[in-house]
């Protein structure tokens, strides 16, 4: 599985958060700042993030976004799932709308299924505290370990 930009924005920015946890509201200019992300980009992820119930957003001088939850209760596939709406390597393994896969007998839909199905389980069982305090030192001016 390759994440996408924004999966890795979106991970990058909920371990700043998930480090700074009980802090209150902290800036998307800061969380940009410290991960080198894009804040427009971080920006409309947030949207996503905010809707899925992952973050609260406060508006004014002190506002900014904070988890909504404590990071051991926030998984990895949550916080795909809230920017991409699914972690499923092929749409068909969803069963949603694509009967024709089945009718057809097609041969992959089988295996790719149990692969998305391990994927996702792998991913729920990854929690948010894990990527945010267990990473390896990096060194300092070295690159992030999920780069843009």
């Known amino acids: 599985m390759k994440l996408s930009a924004k999966e890795r924005t979106s991970l990058r920015a909920m371990a700043e958060l998930a480090r700074r946890y009980g802090q209150g509201p902290i800036p998307l200019s ?3 700042a410290t991960e080198r992300l894009r804040l427009p980009y971080l920006e409309r992820i947030a949207m996503d993030l905010r809707k899925a119930g992952l973050v609260i957003s406060v508006r004014g001088a002190k506002g900014g976004y904070y988890l909504s939850r404590a990071p051991e209760t926030i998984t990895v596939g949550d916080i795909i799932r809230a920017v991409e709406h699914s972690v499923l390597l092929i ?3 969803s069963g949603v709308g694509y009967d024709y896969c089945r009718e057809t007998g097609c041969a992959a839909h089988r295996v790719l299924a149990s692969i998305s199905e391990r994927l996702e389980e792998a991913l729920d069982g990854a ?4 990527i945010a305090f267990e990473q390896p030192a990096v060194a300092k001016g070295a690159p ?3 780069p843009d």
């Open 91 to 93: 749409d068909c393994a």
């Open 30 to 32: 800061e969380v940009a």
């Open 127 to 130: 929690t948010l505290a894990a």
């Open 144 to 146: 992030p370990c999920l």
